[in-house]
């Protein structure tokens, strides 16, 4: 019997592109049951992704990125899915690589698999001056306190298996969560795997992370990623690392 | 001149403050949203505590001839009033959050009596 798998798709205010990401992951997947968890937008993405086939979970406030898609992996836990998707309600996650996610964990080599844009080297993706340190210091960070190289922490565009999914349903930081969810997985025993894949351009919307808040990203990243270091956690019940 | 007496409790007073924050978030028992205001007045504490040359040079600024030390006094009242004004808006948007879930709550326990009532296989309680 084939894995049910769930795509979980974390949106705020994307009605111009949340049905397209829809209408892709039908077409690249038929038997992908599709969650788009509405972070209590304030346009028609709810009744958008409905009307294209969804289901949709919405949020009664604005709860964070990371509460989003944490309701998204109760969701998979509470209805017994095997697998678990997340990517972005905007588009730039093509829906076409998700194979390439899913592949470690169809051949049971990895409980986390992280679609990154640096895992090769040959990306084409040059992100302006500043993201790139932030992106290479919290590479490099993890990955020593991991004890696993890491390419790409701050990606968005993760598949799980069920022990993944368990652990993020317990236990998953509410704002700017990837970074630290990443160290979080890996300090549990959790495989980890690496897939290149290529983001696009976001088709509408702006990126989150305006240059305001980026100090505090990066101050509150870091106090998660020294605070997860000092916790002891337990490894998980199914991980083989 | 600060006395070296006020320095070094100064420091050891910051230093615990540090460690009781990390400890706390550690413990998950601070979320480290609220954690970061914290760790600044703990670190601004620690810094004026032990640069005794820069408290000297602030309290010139302000005004202050007579005892230096007094600057770090102001300054912890000034951080108390900071988190303390933060954690009023905190509490406001919780009020919010609140009333919002229970608003969700009674709106749902009586769709959930309805379809009861409709369904038949369903008893009712």
């Not at chain 1, 992951?25 to 009744?47: I, W």
């Not at chain 1, 980890?192 to 509408?204: F, S, Y």
């Not at chain 2, 005004?63 to 905190?90: N, Q």
């Amino acid at each position: 019997m084939s894995p049910r798998v769930v795509a979980v798709v974390p949106a705020w205010n994307e009605s111009e592109a949340i049905g397209a990401v829809v209408d892709e992951l039908a077409a690249c997947d038929p038997d992908v049951d599709v969650v788009v968890v509405d972070d209590a937008s304030t346009d028609e993405t709810a009744a958008v992704a409905r009307r294209h086939g969804a289901i949709v979970l919405r949020l009664p406030f604005n709860v964070g990125i990371g509460g989003a898609v944490q309701t998204g992996f109760k969701y998979a836990l509470a209805n017994g899915y095997d697998v678990a998707v997340r990517l972005d309600g905007d588009g730039q996650h093509d829906p076409r690589e998700l194979p390439k996610l899913l592949g470690p964990i169809d051949r049971g080599s990895a409980e986390l698999v992280i679609g990154s844009r640096f895992a090769d080297g040959n990306g084409t993706y040059r992100p302006p001056f500043a993201r790139r340190i932030g992106i290479r210091v919290f590479a490099r960070l993890v990955s020593i306190l991991g004890g696993q190289r890491v390419t790409d922490t701050t990606s968005g565009f993760i598949a799980l298996d069920r022990v993944g999914i368990e652990l993020f349903a317990e236990e998953y930081p509410h704002d700017y969560p990837e970074v630290e969810a990443t160290l979080v997985a890996l300090r549990s025993g959790l495989r980890l795997e690496q897939v290149q894949v290529t983001m696009r351009e976001r088709e509408t919307g702006t990126s989150s992370i305006t240059f305001v808040r980026s100090l505090y990203y990066m101050v509150k990243v870091m106090l998660a990623l020294l605070v997860v270091s000092l916790r002891r956690y337990p490894r998980l019940e199914g991980a083989r690392r | 001149m600060t006395p070296v007496r006020v320095s070094v409790a100064g420091v050891i007073a910051s230093v615990l403050l540090i460690l009781v924050i990390l400890e706390l978030v550690r413990g998950r028992r601070l979320k480290e949203r609220y954690a970061l205001l914290w760790l600044a007045t703990g670190a601004v504490l620690l810094v004026l505590s032990a640069w005794r040359d820069g408290l000297n040079t602030i309290a010139g600024w302000v005004g202050v001839t007579s005892y230096p030390p007094a600057v770090l006094f102001a300054v912890a009242t000034l951080f108390i009033l900071l988190v303390l004004l933060h954690y009023s808006t905190v509490l406001s948007k919780l009020t919010d959050e609140n009333v919002e879930l229970a608003q969700r709550i009674a709106l749902l326990e009586e769709r959930v009596r309805e379809d009861r009532s409709i369904s038949p296989r369903v008893p009712t309680d």
